[in-house]
């Protein structure tokens, strides 16, 4: 028999999942294309811009901190620890929060900042982008959705976090991370072998 708690939870997630609205049209990026410039403030009220990371290894982390598929690898601590590594081998990891004011996942800076403490996680910074123009610029159409960009300004990996397209966190087991393949493909000396995928999760909550 299905608890009361359980049915309250699923009637939450059932909840988040229907404000996923239609994708939006995007610019697409080819996957060994120059990454878009951009420039946005982030949590801080800075001015964070492509340029300002020439040389380094970045990561983009399309978030939403209301969307279930974000909770599944934020609450299971499955993000947070793949931004520990991305740290130790010396990687920027920005995150981007393309939700529009008054959609699911906006934050301001004070919010953003919080979320940030709250999840415990580790990113370089927190950009603002509220009026889409980085997320369309990227093509980014789910939260979470990912970009990996080399010291050159290349676009290496762009796609979904890992194989398993679902919100439940007991997916996380044996699911292959796509980040973290890409890390190994690297240490090999080789190209990234799975070099683009489809993102999943919820639609970007972008301006109408």
Request: hydrophobic share 40%.
């Amino acid at each position: 028999m299905v608890s009361k708690r359980a049915m309250l939870l699923g009637a939450a997630a059932a909840l988040a999942l229907a404000s996923c609205g239609p994708a939006v049209s995007v610019e697409h990026v080819a996957t060994g294309a120059q990454a878009p410039a951009f420039s946005v403030v982030d949590a801080t009220g800075a001015v964070r811009t492509l340029a300002e990371f020439a040389g380094q290894n970045v990561i983009l982390e399309w978030t939403n901190n209301g969307c279930p598929y974000v909770r599944k690898h934020y609450d299971s601590g499955n993000m947070q620890a793949l931004q520990r590594d991305a740290a130790a081998r010396g990687w920027t990891w920005l995150q981007v929060i393309s939700s529009a004011p008054g959609k699911q996942g906006h934050l301001d800076g004070p919010g953003a900042l919080a979320q940030v403490q709250t999840d415990q996680a580790t990113v370089t910074a927190t950009l603002l982008d509220s009026d889409g123009a980085m997320g369309r610029a990227y093509g980014a159409l789910n939260t979470p959705q990912m970009v990996m960009i080399n010291g050159e300004g290349r676009i290496i990996y762009q796609g979904a976090i890992d194989d398993r397209p679902s919100a439940r966190p007991a997916t996380l087991e044996g699911a292959t991370n796509y980040v973290r393949a890409a890390w190994d493909d690297l240490d090999a000396g080789r190209p990234v072998q799975v070099a683009q995928t489809t993102p999943y999760g919820c639609s970007v909550k972008y301006a109408a």
